[in-house]
């Protein structure tokens, strides 16, 4: 299987992953976002585009709808369950 | 009333965009036409073409469709085109085998893609069989194949012209190089070079009272009997072979006494001319025959110029669609037909040249 | 332990990145048809037909055997399949094109023959492989190449309602649904349900899709949700309009919408 | 048949960089010069998200096949670009590349007779603007080729750009700015003898 080499941030209520080898940039997880907490970041993704990461972990409430909205699959968030360390 | 009028001047465009600006000038009235590429933008400028100059665009359901279409529009009198390619052309073989059987001018552009089946959407010369003798009918119709973008233009315009005065289904054809390439042509008002638009007239709607002032029209494409339908072809073909040494087009250069002749249609046919250019200069007897008109086929100029020549190199991208033709046109002939097949894939000079040097050498050590 | 995207499991891993254009609707319609094929357990049986246009692209798309076919055809390749081998759970995916133009009198037929098919046609209102011309589904107004002054009801009629059509068209065992690349879940659902509906040999199925086509709509992210989600829904009501008895409600697609 | 020229051009690159303007935008120069043009884009059902390739013939003599096997002067702008034009690659062939483009030094084509490393992307960036990166490099052929005067090429970019040099008549300067680097360049490279 070819690995797809995720950037994982972690966040103070969960984990934001992006697979910047299948980002195209389209940014329709950026609009999708209710909190506006996804950018563009420095790293580049498949087309040589900018690929997008979370700038504000504090906003995020973990809702997954970019990762729904992303036709590519680049995206994956998790959400801490209470008790989690 | 249209009779858009064109400045004659030197353009740069793609040969899509060639295809409408030519049947605006040739006054044609309406384009029905269904997106398939590589001719999508022949529809894309005439829809913006169309509204300025009164004239009337339809997208259709699909090509079946924008066939019969257009034979509904010259059924009332007007001077309708279409566009297709590749799947498109398949089954535009319906449409025009009707029209072909009525007589009817339609016009169909075709820009050859990749085959068998949807294959590939950028070149071929693969549609040479379709676009000749696809029709479940003997092939009455006219086919130009072109050479570049000034012939396009030049032929298109011809095209309703020929169809409007011999009354059999014309066909442009193209590739999707010529498609989509850009090179410098001039583009004028063929009635500025007194070249006179043949003004169509309408099958239905005719003035008067059917039965009473003039007769109805009764136009059908099926026959009851054999013997009906016998008298019916025969009176087509002799029709046809009567006007065809009209509509018959090839062009050659130093054919008489070539070692090897190459003969090609359309663009190839360009390569092929450099090809011949740089032999010569290098003292290689080539020649180079092509035919403009691949129905009717200029079978009896290509007869007397294969007959003098050592040899034929029939070139084309396709694996032997237009060496058919060729061969048939020979048949009795002894002269050995030599291919070069590349079927989808453009070819150059060079190659061309370098394949005669090979046949020229080879013939040398045989002698 | 390496994090792996999250794909549906029938998705072929080594066609991915796919062959659709950045925020093409394609990539999630197929996500749903994927995690509909998970959820049944159905990858060994599943036949999955595409057609021309940009839904060709999806030929190497999924672990599953796959069938490109002619534009607007695949609806009859599908049906031979099917009625050649019952056992099999036949797909047929295209676009407005495919089904509403050039395959039309095939969506007709198969859907009037209720063939125990699953045809899932994705919206995007135009015909968007060939560079953007008109479709039947283009809207009042909306530029396209071919329409280069804004589609006109006048001159080239309505979007065509093509789930309120096979709705009219079948018999009471068909299902039929509109979903939305928007709304994810209900999509999935309605996948499920539809293939459903063929497992159980009630009869045809069909999903349309909303979809998305920023390359040729000419849209940035914004334009494009907005397109999507304001102006498609105004000619297009999304939800499920035909449910056999037999399937009953669809109490979990409920849970399952946005 | 004395040929002035005919020189044989590929330009490679991804979607969104502006390959195709910097063809057409030569061969529209061409034509106003009054040479035979012949440009073609590389199309396919897989362009979208693909490399995008242009084919242009600039000659005095018509051009005979609209594609060719090698090119004079081959462009390549991404590494998906330098593996995509591989085969128009010859022994005459002079290659040019932007250092910046992530292009792996093992990758270069060593087979063309000359490789030439153009930073527009640095020069575009730090001197001009991101955005006319492509017409660096359109300089950058003009002054490997000399296929068209460089006047030439500012009046079919005013064709091409003009309405929008209308409105904002500062990126008329920058786009003609981008464009004498991009010669400038070359010069500089060929000049040194480097690269």
Not at chain 3, 21 to 50: M, N, S, Y
Request: glycine share 10%; aromatic share 8%; charged share 25%.
């Amino acid at each position: 299987m070819e690995g797809f080499e995720p950037v994982t941030r972690e966040l103070p209520g969960g984990t934001f992953v992006v697979f910047p080898g299948l980002c195209k940039g389209c940014g329709l997880c950026l609009e999708k976002c209710p909190k506006r907490c996804l950018d563009w970041s420095e790293r580049l993704g498949i087309y040589g585009t900018p690929a997008i990461e979370p700038v504000d972990g504090e906003t995020c409430n973990y809702c997954g709808l970019c990762a729904l909205a992303c036709p590519d699959c680049a995206i994956m968030v998790t959400k801490k369950k209470r008790g989690d360390a | 009333m249209s009779g858009a009028v064109m400045a004659e001047k030197r353009v740069f465009m793609t040969g899509n965009e060639v295809v409408a600006w030519a049947a605006v000038a040739a006054r044609a009235d309406v384009m029905y036409g269904y997106p398939i590429t590589p001719q999508n933008e022949v529809m894309h400028y005439w829809t913006r073409l169309a509204p300025k100059h009164g004239k009337i665009f339809l997208q259709t359901e699909d090509e079946l469709s924008a066939g019969f279409a257009t034979i509904g529009g010259v059924l009332a009198g007007k001077k309708c085109f279409t566009a297709t390619a590749g799947p498109g052309n398949v089954l535009m073989q319906e449409p025009v085998s009707m029209a072909e059987m009525m007589r009817l001018p339609v016009v169909v552009v075709v820009m050859q893609r990749g085959g068998p089946s949807t294959a590939t959407v950028i070149y071929s010369q693969q549609e040479v069989t379709l676009t000749t003798f696809g029709g479940n009918g003997e092939g009455f119709r006219v086919v130009y194949s072109t050479a570049g973008l000034q012939e396009l233009y030049d032929h298109t315009i011809k095209a309703f012209n020929t169809a409007w005065r011999y009354r059999f289904p014309v066909f442009v054809l193209a590739d999707g190089y010529q498609a989509k390439m850009r090179e410098p042509l001039t583009v004028y008002d063929p009635v500025e070079r007194g070249i006179e638009p043949v003004a169509p007239e309408p099958y239905v709607g005719r003035p008067g009272k059917p039965g009473a002032d003039r007769p109805p029209g009764h136009y059908r494409n099926t026959y009851n009997t054999e013997e009906e339908l016998y008298a019916v072809v025969l009176e087509q073909a002799a029709e046809y072979e009567r006007v065809a040494p009209e509509i018959v087009e090839h062009e050659e250069s130093g054919a008489e006494g070539a070692a090897v002749l190459v003969v090609a249609h359309g663009v190839v046919a360009r390569a092929a001319k450099q090809a011949v250019e740089l032999l010569r200069a290098e003292g290689l007897k080539a020649g180079y025959f092509r035919p403009v008109t691949l129905r009717p086929l200029p079978a009896e100029a290509l007869r007397t110029a294969a007959g003098r020549a050592g040899r034929l190199l029939v070139v084309e991208s396709a694996y032997g669609q237009f060496a058919r033709l060729v061969r048939d046109a020979l048949y009795g002939l002894t002269v050995d037909v030599v291919p070069l097949y590349k079927p989808g894939l453009g070819i150059t000079a060079e190659e061309i040249a370098s394949r005669c040097r090979e046949l020229a050498a080879s013939s040398a050590r045989t002698e | 332990m390496t994090v792996k995207p999250a794909m549906p499991e029938s998705w072929r891993l080594e066609t991915k990145p796919h062959k659709f254009c950045p925020g093409c609707g394609h990539g999630i319609a197929l996500r749903a048809l994927g995690q509909a094929i998970d959820e049944l357990g159905i990858q060994d049986r599943v036949v999955f037909g595409c057609d021309i246009g940009c839904s060709l692209l999806a030929w190497d798309f999924f672990n599953v055997d796959s069938v490109q076919t002619h534009h607007g055809r695949t609806t009859p390749v599908v049906t031979g399949i099917k009625r050649a081998n019952p056992e099999l759970i036949c797909v047929a995916y295209m676009g407005d094109g495919g089904g509403y133009a050039i395959g039309a009198q095939h969506l007709v037929n198969a859907a009037g023959r209720n063939e125990r098919i699953t045809v899932i046609l994705a919206n995007n209102t135009q015909y968007a492989m060939t560079g953007g011309q008109m479709a039947p589904t283009t809207l009042p107004g909306q530029k396209t190449e071919t329409s280069p002054y804004g589609r006109d009801p006048e001159a080239t009629g309505h979007p065509a309602k093509g789930p309120e059509m096979v709705a009219a068209i079948t018999g009471e065992d068909a299902y039929v649904a509109r979903g939305t690349v928007s709304k994810l879940p209900q999509l999935r659902r309605m996948m499920v349900r539809a293939l459903q509906n063929q497992i159980e040999g009630r009869g045809f199925s069909f999903v349309e899709v909303l979809s998305t086509c920023p390359t040729n709509w000419r849209t940035n992210a914004k334009d494009t949700w907005e397109f999507l989600e304001k102006k498609m829904p105004a000619h297009f009501r999304t939800g499920e309009l035909k449910v056999p008895a037999a399937a009953g409600k669809d109490e979990d697609g409920k849970k399952a919408v946005h | 048949m004395e040929r002035k020229r005919s020189i044989k051009i590929v330009v490679a690159g991804e979607g969104g960089q502006g390959v195709q303007a910097v063809a057409e935008i030569l061969a529209e120069a061409a034509y106003e010069d009054g040479a035979q043009a012949l440009y073609i884009p590389a199309f396919g059902v897989e362009q979208r998200g693909g490399v995008s390739l242009a084919f242009l013939q600039i000659s005095d003599q018509p051009v005979a096949a609209p594609k060719f096997e090698k090119g004079d002067i081959v462009v390549a702008l991404s590494e998906r670009a330098v593996r995509r034009t591989r085969q128009y690659v010859g022994p005459e062939t002079v290659f040019i590349y932007d250092g910046l483009a992530e292009i792996k030094e093992e990758e270069l084509p060593r087979t063309a007779r000359r490789i030439l490393n153009i930073p527009a992307v640095a020069v575009a960036r730090a001197e001009l603007h991101p955005r006319v990166f492509n017409i660096v490099i359109m300089g950058a052929v003009i002054g490997a080729t000399r296929v068209v005067p460089v006047d030439q090429a500012k009046k079919a970019l005013e064709k091409r750009l003009g309405y929008k040099f209308e409105q904002d008549p500062k990126l008329r300067e920058l786009n003609h700015r981008a464009l004498e680097r991009g010669v400038e360049l070359v010069d500089g490279i060929l000049k040194g003898g480097g690269n």
